[in-house]
């Protein structure tokens, strides 16, 4: 294996870890929160967080770039105060891959908390303890599933994830090249061995975490429904 | 104990399966005692409840119970459910799946101690059971998990929803008399949603008829419900199940609480204001029932 492949394949593991890393903590408390919710443009803020599963990634890709652009107020004034640019980097393709796992991590979760009975939660409250305690002892507990569905799902699409990376990041050999990418680079150069030792591995990676996925909630699906 | 007499004031615009309903309550529930919420399906017994619990919030009104207001809409005062110190039984029990029996008890605890949930295991024949999650119980063991879970918070006040409604005559008697049993050992003004004549009767000492969201009928079960005027020994209740025309006279067939059949001659003008489904008394005087030792 030479550096060059390690490397990429290190960074690609690091922008799917971090990424998820950061969903979880993102996403718990904004499934708990559009689970329950009562304001009327739910279905709007549904439907912002669902986007990125039907718009193609170079829209989002280009409204990133678009962003993060120092001709921008938000990119200039990141450039000008934490002399920070996104564009074409490692921090900018992982601020954009979380915008774009965002439903994958969320949507489990939501689904899995509307899916418990209300009387759960209530019967908690009524118990005597707070939200915080109900959400990590009585809710959390009882969507395992959705967790683990949640948190493989969002680990798999960003690890496979391409078209967004290729608009923010390009193809930048220890900063933004990830497998993905490196695919169609060898295949561009005709290299095609290169091609399918990254194509293997993304392909096994994908078949094992989809095979937990199942297994878990095949376990978990006589459990689930008392 | 005076001041632990609930005040009930209320009003709450309520959506049911038969259009939008005003639930207009008043009433007061004297402390200590076991009380029945009697009345058909969508008559807002269930809303009541939850609106004692603190889980749903009254459009207006005023709820005290004792000196402490629960609930005042001009003073915009509402108490959430963690702090009202109670309990609901719920009528799905709402047991956490993914506790034991013994951790679904002491998750209710206030403070922790192991001696209070092994003496409401023991007192529930739940000992056994205590390493099991909820989903391999019977429906009566996950009854009596959800009410002993209810009394491990040490509630002031117990709300049970329809406790018994899902399981079956043999069961419900057994654990009627585990309910009376706890009211009596424990004290704790308790509140139950009921739809069962027989049940109301067994329990409770007060009984709040509840028709089309108000409160139409309150008191005994006995003055509520049995016509004073009747001096009969032997009263059954249950409801009319047919009405058969033979000759001139009519048999009328009463089913009671406990699924006993009971066929009952009737006039003409007996009949006038009675129809299938009606809740009826059959009663009888002293010299008339014949005894008869069961085999």
Known sequence: MDAQFAQTLWLTLKLAVSTTIILVLIGLPFAYWLAYTKVRIKPLIEALVSMPMVLPPSVIGYYMLVIYSPRNWFGDWLGRIFDVRLAFSFEGVLIASVIFSLPFMVQPLHNGLRALPDSLREASYTLGKSKMITFFKVLLPNIKPSVITAVALTFAHSIGEFGIVLMVGGNMPGETRVASIAIYDEVQALNFEAANQYALILFLISLILLTTIYSVNKKYDTWRMM | ?295
């Open chain 2, 1 to 295: 104990m005076a001041n632990d007499v609930i005040f009930i004031d209320v009003e709450k615009r309520m959506l049911t399966a038969n259009g939008p309903m005003n639930l207009v309550i008043q009433a007061t529930i004297p402390a200590g005692e076991l009380v029945a919420l009697f009345g058909e399906s969508g008559a807002g017994k269930t809303t009541l409840l939850r609106i004692l619990a603190g889980l749903v919030i009254p459009d207006k009104g005023l709820i005290r119970f004792g000196n402490t207001v629960w609930f005042d809409s001009a003073k915009q005062i509402n108490i959430v459910p963690q702090q009202r110190n109670i309990s609901l039984m719920f009528q799905d029990y709402a047991l956490f799946p993914n506790m034991t029996v013994e951790q679904n008890i002491q998750f209710a605890q206030p403070e922790k101690n192991q001696s209070a949930p092994n003496e409401l295991m023991e007192m529930f024949g739940l000992s056994e059971f205590r390493k099991r999650k909820p989903n391999g119980l019977s429906g009566g063991q996950k009854q009596r998990v959800a009410l002993a879970r209810a009394l491990a918070r040490k509630p002031q006040l117990l709300l049970l929803d329809e406790p018994l409604s899902a399981l079956d005559a043999e069961m419900r008697i057994t654990l009627q008399d585990e309910i009376v049993q706890a009211h009596k050992l424990l004290g704790v003004t308790t509140i139950m949603v009921s739809h069962d004549l027989n049940e109301v009767f067994r329990l409770a000492s007060q009984v709040l008829c509840l028709e089309n969201g108000t409160i139409t009928r309150t008191g005994k079960p006995e003055d509520v419900f049995l016509d004073n005027s009747i001096s009969g020994k032997v009263q059954i209740t249950g409801q009319i199940a047919r009405i058969e025309k033979q000759d001139t006279i009519y048999v009328v067939t009463v089913i009671s609480g406990n699924n006993q059949i009971i066929k009952v001659i009737a006039f003409e003008n007996d009949l006038e204001n009675l129809k299938i489904g009606d809740r009826v008394m059959v009663f009888s005087k002293a010299f008339n029932p014949i005894i008869s030792k069961l085999r």
